[in-house]
């Protein structure tokens, strides 16, 4: 019992020293980007779903959303809707920009990801996988809520 004590006092003092000498210090975060309110809007009769959330990038550079996978979906691409002499039309993007310590919106009019061809059965209540991939190599791996075709956001 007295060697597990003094066991444990060492290492608080060890660690009590570097923290008042800052020779303890964290990594940096090895991802930059993160995914907030990540949500799909399901459509019936196998129509496209699309992906919606805010992509933060905690970065102090800006980088590119260049592609997103999916284990659920055999084709996933990067689309923008908007309108364009008084229709509504959608584009398909090959990268959507997120600037250093800023965000970017992926929402029902603008930026979006369309999610093609389901692989199995896909209802509102359940949750697909999606990798995002960014231009600095970055990837991150999110599960996203399925939510019905009249949702307006992750939470209705």
Partial sequence: ???????????AALVLYATNTQALTLP???VHESIERGWVRWLPANLPAAGYATIRNDG???VKLTGVDSTDYGMTML?????????????????IGI????????????YHLM????KHS???????????????????????????????????
């Fill in 60 to 62: 102090d550079k800006a």
């Fill in 1 to 11: 019992m007295k060697r597990i004590f003094s066991s444990f006092v060492a290492c």
């Fill in 99 to 110: 600037p250093a310590h800023g965000q970017v919106k992926l929402a029902p009019g603008g």
């Fill in 79 to 95: 689309h923008r809707s908007m309108q364009k002499d008084g229709k509504d039309t959608m584009e398909m993007m090959g990268e």
């Fill in 115 to 118: 999610l093609m061809n389901p």
């Fill in 122 to 156: 896909i209802k509102p209540g359940d949750s697909v996988h999606l990798s995002l991939h960014f231009n600095n190599g970055e990837t991150l791996y999110a599960i996203w809520l399925v939510r019905p075709a009249n949702a307006t956001g992750p939470n209705d």
């Fill in 28 to 30: 940096p975060p090895l």
